[in-house]
């Protein structure tokens, strides 16, 4: 069976889950630890454009991830767009496993970095010892799968709970920060801040490196496709309202901090939103606020957890993934198997690893297969098809893909170190994906070549 069909799972969720869900692994932890970073890689408040550029990134994104999420609304998300798009007899095999090869690093370094985030910020209410700081942030992530070890339907309503508490506590930051904001300090400008040199576009790359890692988390709900209501409608406008929604509170959030915070001082602290409260009202409410935040940081680690739990199972159905990961929970009904592998292996990064290293790594990682390899895909799919059976159709096609590569491109390029890291981990799961192929004899060393484009691909409904 493939994996388009997905049989067992329930579709369970909603908009307004959908919609949740997206927005609490969106917002998790980046935007209050790496606010500081992000104006000291800009030098000032104009640190606001690297935010700007980052939603505008992710709108652009969100084009591909709509058009392929609308049409292809499975479980297992960009495994089944690549296998799809590139030919599920042949380079679509490649393609989709070395995603799901990807999915064991990126997954995990996903949910360690907000781990390890929840945990510095812990560090406000209570001073964490080398040791101490490793035990809270593996234990986040336990706790986490064991909430998670329950049927769809439930999850979908904590989602919503978890949801509010992070509405709640960026409204409440953003209140404050208008009730006392000071243009003054907000727009104290060095000079050279607008150059547009050389110099200036570096740090803006080396900015959004951090700012794209705060937006990403936008098509979760493509992940979970296969449990969505009416996915045609749903996935598009799900991607759409959270990209929106986050990019206007993301940049009212940042904007109130520079208007309390002096940007030389923002930059250097390490919990700028605990900082910026116990400003306004005191380290009472500092303490309340830190609360807050680590709300957030647990609702990301769970949204994130839950979508990629999907990508292995969904490619074990496919036979492109080692079986077990197939299995479903006999009474709950979910990948049980496939979340508590990665669950283990997001405990051993979150202990072993620093925020700095997982946000590079993350980013390294996946631009190059998933989110280029997806706008690829785009056109190669409406190309082989057509667009009679798209659901939802990109608007100014192929303009949001194109440009969609170059931002992925340039944004890979600003990984810095972290590069080699992720082209390495492509060659090694290139010659996993020959391994495997080679034992199972599928192609490319199948003796008689499959036909490609014999599938069809687009299915609207299950």
């Given at each position: 069976m493939g994996a388009g069909e997905n049989t067992g799972l329930e579709r369970g969720l909603g908009l307004k889950e959908a919609v949740a869900l997206n927005m609490i692994e969106i917002v998790g932890i980046g935007p209050f630890v790496v606010s500081g970073i992000v104006i000291r890689e800009m030098g000032g408040p104009q640190a606001l454009l690297a935010w700007l550029a980052g939603a505008v990134?992710?709108?652009?994104?969100?084009?591909?991830?709509?058009?392929?999420?609308?049409?292809?609304?499975?479980?297992?998300?960009?495994?089944?767009?690549l296998r799809e798009a590139y030919g599920p007899q042949r380079w679509g095999r490649l393609m989709s496993f070395l995603f799901v090869w990807q999915t064991f690093v990126q997954a995990p370094l996903s949910v360690a970095s907000a781990s390890i985030g929840f945990t510095r910020y812990a560090g406000y209410l209570h001073?964490?010892?080398?040791l101490e700081a490793k035990a809270v942030s593996g234990g986040l992530v336990i706790f986490l799968v064991i909430l998670l070890y329950r049927r769809i339907a439930t999850i979908g309503k904590i989602s919503l709970l978890l949801w509010a508490g992070v509405i709640a506590t960026l409204l409440w930051l953003i209140w404050g920060g208008v009730r006392h904001f000071d243009p003054k300090i907000a727009f104290d400008f060095p000079p050279g801040a607008f150059s547009f040199s050389w110099m200036w576009f570096a740090g803006l790359g080396s900015a959004m490196v951090s700012t794209i890692y705060s937006y990403w988390g936008y098509y979760n709900i493509c992940h979970l496709g296969g449990?969505?209501?009416?996915?045609?409608?749903?996935?598009?406008?799900?991607?759409?309202?959270?990209?929106?929604?986050?990019a206007v509170l993301y940049l009212a959030m940042q904007t109130s901090i520079l208007g309390v915070i002096p940007w030389r001082e923002a930059q250097n602290s390490k919990f700028i939103v605990s900082t910026f409260v116990e400003r306004l009202y005191g380290h009472g409410a500092a303490s309340v606020a830190t609360g807050m935040v680590l709300w957030i940081a647990l609702a990301s680690v769970f949204s994130v957890l839950l979508g990629y739990s999907r990508v292995p199972y969904s490619a074990a159905l496919d036979g492109n993934f080692f079986p077990i990961f197939g299995r479903l929970h006999p009474t709950k009904h979910f990948p049980h198997f496939s979340l508590l592998a990665l669950g283990a292996l997001a405990f051993f990064f979150s202990i072993k690893l620093d925020l700095e290293t997982s946000i590079a790594g993350i980013l390294a990682v996946r631009l190059i297969v998933q989110f280029i390899g997806q706008a690829v895909g785009v056109m190669l799919l409406r190309k082989r098809l057509g667009t009679e059976r798209l659901p939802f159709k990109m608007w100014l096609y192929p303009l949001p893909a194109v440009l969609t590569m170059i931002g992925w491109a340039w944004l890979f390029w600003h990984t810095g170190a972290a590069r080699k890291w992720g082209l390495l981990e492509i060659l090694l799961g290139v010659l996993a994906f020959l391994v495997w192929t080679k034992t199972m004899k599928q192609w490319p060393f199948e003796k008689n070549q499959p036909t490609v484009g014999t599938s069809e691909p687009i299915r609207t409904s299950q």
């Open positions: 990134l992710a709108t652009l994104d969100a084009f591909v991830w709509s058009e392929l999420g609308a049409a292809m609304p499975k479980a297992g998300g960009t495994y089944v767009f001073p964490l010892s080398p449990e969505i209501r009416d996915p045609e409608k749903n996935i598009p406008r799900g991607i759409f309202l959270s990209v929106l929604g986050i």
